[in-house]
Every structure is written in structure tokens, then in C-alpha cells.
């Protein structure tokens, strides 16, 4: 109701009030029965009015409690003519109105969390969410196909795929974990397991994903494959092309009247030098063969516990330093223990810091530094190699790892592979980094 209509009309009941008083002490019976009529009437009309107010408003909190938006008032007051009928219809348009925007709402929410859900449910990477203690709350269709069915508890996977079931009881948010599962198939599927924490309200919910990466590997691993036989190819047709020339040439020149003509002193010459090129050729052959199966058969590490000052000290008397470049040796953890092969790991630092040297060979104050730390997060230890020469063109970046692949005259291809080869049997990685005038290469190993 109005303000002002309420107003009045409580002035209406005082001043009828008084009125009934003083006819009271006047006898005059009939005003003051009058008096206290127009008292009730107005009361009643004002408690009516609120009450039908307030019982709105109840239905209106009941409905949005339980999410009911079918609750709707008829905008036009039956009393018709009653003066709080505008009233009424005011507060039954109020709430209408208001009913209305909380169902738009809703249906906004509802439609935005569907498209989600689609969303969710295209993709290929398996989503569990759970509570702390273990209860399933939701999983999107590529969990339900990998487990066959979608589980209420966690602990449910324990019979199922018990490595799944204790990876995902153990594993800590911020933290990732391989896993191999075979579901009912001899083909195994390499997947990523990781977990992140979600809040929401006084509820915290665990986020687990679970990435199937078999395909990936598989991709990178068919793409190397792909590099690797160019090279081959590229390699041994090099080879074989003037060689078959060679010996077709060689045998024409050898058969019917031309075979006296060996006996020449010339074409002896020239018969010598033909052959001094297939042997040439074919020796070049051999060797890069030689240097496949030094990719191809790597030994597996016989590995020790080996302290880095170790390591490295044994480094300092083949890279000396000269008045062309200078060779520093600046470590931060000496006392870290390595569980590693020493002799392949000597190789390995010894291939980064005679590459650096040649990077550099040309720059004047050429400088060459073996480094390392750990980081703080994964606590992985890490040797750094770096160089301050012209650095590495980008698209050479891409492709210095791959197997024969060389940017030197002389050089064959096969350093940096097995390099990182080896430190991969470590279970450790190898890399780089370059911008002119610095080339970094790390190898991050785990420490004991």
C-alpha cells in the first residue's frame, strides 16, 4: 500500500477514536457506535490488505526456495473497486516481474551448464570429479567408456584398475603420474594422470583428468621414424649413386675390343682412380653405418652413485684454458649425488662442452661455462653448458637431435643424439636454448 494512503487512514482510525471517546462521555450511544464501527472497519481493511501482502510475499520465498517459477498472480485485484486494489496489482506485478527474472535466469544457467556438459563430453581426455573422501560427483562420457561404467566412489576402481585406483588415491594436486592401462585388450593406453583442487562454497572438489597420450607418442614416434629414413636415404644414395656410375662405367670400359686398352699405362690410370672412388665411397658408407648402429644399439647405463665435483673434475684436464677461449667451471651443489653411468655421462658433457668450443672458436673472449642448480619446485638437478659463439638459427634448433643431422663440414651427425640418448636412459632430459650471442645446452637429471 501507499504511504500516504496508509496515512490517512490511521488518521482516520484516531480521529474516529476520539470522536467515539467523547461521544462516550456525552452519551451520545449512537456516534460512538458509529465511532467503533468505522475503528473495525478501517482496522479490518488494513489487516486484510498487509495480510494479503505478506501471505505474496510467502509464497514468493517458498517458490524461490525450491526453484518453483510457475508462481504467478493475476495482475488485475478482484475487488475491482476497493481503494487498495492498485495496490495489490502493483505488488502482484512486482512479483511477477520478479519470478521472471529468476526463470530466465535459471534457464540461463541450466542452458550455459548443457553446453558445458557437451562440451565436456567431446572430448577425449577422461574428467572425475570427487570429494576429498573419495565420493564420484560427476564424469564425462570419455571416463564412462574408459571405465566402462561411471563409479560412485573411488574406491570402486580398486577392483577394476587397481593402479588407476591407488595413482588417483595418491597423486597431489600440482603433480602428474604415467600410467599404463590395459582394459580388457592387449593394447596397452599410455595416459597422464593430474589432479587440481576446486572450491566451491564450503565444498572442495577434486578435479582428476586423464589424457590418453599413446596416440601422441605414437605420432612423434612416426615422424621420427619419417626424419630418420631421409636421412638414411639421403645418406646412403650419396653414397651408392657414383659407386653404381662407377662400376657400370668401369665394366663397359673393361668388355669387347676394349680390353686391350687396359694394358695402357693411361687406362690403367684411369681404372685405379675409378676404383680408388668406390673404395672411397663405400668406406664413407661403411662409417656412417658404423655410426647407425652407435645410435641403434646404445648399452643400457651401468649406473653408480657419482658426486658431480666428481664428475666434473674429471672433465677439467681436456678442456683447458687457452689464450683463443677460456674454460670455466662454476658449481653451485658440488656435493650432489648422481645415480648414473659415469663413463656415458662423461661422454655426454664431453660432446656439449667441445661443441661449445667450437661455436665459439671464432669469437674473440670465446668463454665456455659448465654450470648447474635445482630447482626449487622439482628439485631436479641441472647441468648447463653455455657458450657465448653466434648461437643457433631456430630451424636448426628443430632439428640438431635428429640422428646424422650437421651443420659442420666434417662433422657426423650422431653427437647430440646420442647425447641425449644417453641422458633419456638416465631418466633426465636434454636441451637448449640460443639467442645470439649465447647458446645454452641443459642436462636435467633427477637427484638422489
Not at 185 to 197: F, G, R, S
Not at 315 to 333: C, G, Q
Request: proline content about 3%.
Amino acid at each position: 500500500m501507499k504511504t500516504l494512503q496508509t496515512i490517512l487512514l490511521m488518521g482516520v482510525v484516531i480521529a474516529a477514536t476520539l470522536i467515539g471517546c467523547w461521544a462516550y462521555t456525552q452519551a451520545l450511544y449512537v456516534t460512538t457506535c458509529f465511532a467503533v464501527v468505522a475503528v473495525v472497519a478501517v482496522t479490518a481493511v488494513l489487516c486484510i490488505a498487509r495480510r494479503r501482502s505478506v501471505a505474496m510475499m510467502e509464497q514468493l520465498l517458498a517458490s524461490l526456495s525450491v526453484h518453483d517459477y510457475s508462481l504467478a498472480f493475476r495482475e488485475e485485484s478482484r475487488t475491482g473497486g476497493t481503494w487498495h486494489s492498485g495496490d495489490i496489482d502493483a505488488l502482484a506485478r512486482d512479483i511477477n516481474r520478479v519470478v521472471e527474472q529468476y526463470k530466465q535466469r535459471e534457464v540461463e544457467v541450466h542452458t550455459r551448464l548443457r553446453y558445458f556438459e557437451t562440451l565436456l563430453g567431446c572430448i577425449d581426455t577422461t574428467l572425475i570429479v570427487a570429494t576429498p573422501e573419495g565420493a564420484v560427483q560427476w564424469t564425462n562420457r570419455a571416463g564412462e567408456k574408459l571405465l566402462g561404467y561411471v563409479p560412485r566412489h573411488i574406491d570402486e576402481l580398486a577392483v577394476l584398475t587397481p593402479a588407476l585406483h591407488d595413482t588417483l588415491q595418491l597423486i597431489q594436486p600440482g603433480h602428474t603420474a604415467s600410467l599404463t592401462l590395459r582394459k580388457g585388450t592387449p593394447q596397452e593406453m599410455q595416459t597422464v594422470v593430474d589432479v587440481n583442487l576446486y572450491t566451491t562454497g564450503k565444498q572442495t572438489l577434486r578435479l582428476y583428468t586423464l589424457r590418453n597420450i599413446r596416440e601422441v607418442l605414437e605420432e612423434n614416434e612416426m615422424e621420427s621414424w619419417q626424419k630418420l629414413i631421409r636421412v638414411l636415404t639421403h645418406e646412403i644414395m650419396n653414397s651408392l649413386t657414383p659407386i653404381i656410375s662407377l662400376s657400370q662405367t668401369l665394366e663397359g670400359y673393361c668388355q669387347g675390343d676394349d680390353v686391350d686398352k687396359v694394358q695402357d699405362t693411361d687406362d690403367v690410370a684411369i681404372l685405379r682412380q675409378g676404383l680408388q672412388t668406390i673404395h672411397r665411397r663405400s668406406g664413407g658408407l661403411l662409417e656412417f653405418m658404423k655410426n647407425y648402429r652407435k645410435v641403434a644399439l646404445m648399452p643400457q647405463p651401468m649406473c653408480s652413485d657419482v658426486s658431480v665435483a666428481e664428475l666434473v673434475e674429471s672433465l677439467k684436464p681436456l678442456f683447458v684454458s687457452t689464450k683463443a677461449i677460456t674454460f670455466r667451471f662454476e658449481l653451485s651443489h658440488p656435493d650432489v649425488v648422481l645415480r648414473i653411468d659415469r663413463t656415458q655421462m662423461e661422454q655426454v658433457l664431453i660432446n656439449l662442452l667441445k661443441n661449445a668450443a667450437e661455436a665459439c672458436a671464432h669469437t674473440s673472449d670465446a668463454v665456455v661455462t659448465l654450470t648447474d642448480d635445482i630447482d626449487d619446485c622439482t628439485h631436479r638437478y641441472s647441468l648447463h653448458v653455455t657458450d657465448n659463439g653466434p648461437g643457433i638459427l631456430l630451424e636448426v634448433q628443430e632439428k640438431i637431435f635428429i640422428p646424422f643431422f650437421t651443420t659442420k663440414p666434417q662433422g657426423s651427425g650422431i653427437g647430440l643424439a646420442l647425447s641425449r640418448q644417453i641422458v633419456h636412459q638416465h631418466r633426465g632430459t636434454l636441451r637448449v636454448a640460443s639467442a645470439k650471442g649465447c647458446t645454452r645446452f641443459t642436462v636435467m637429471m633427477p637427484s638422489e
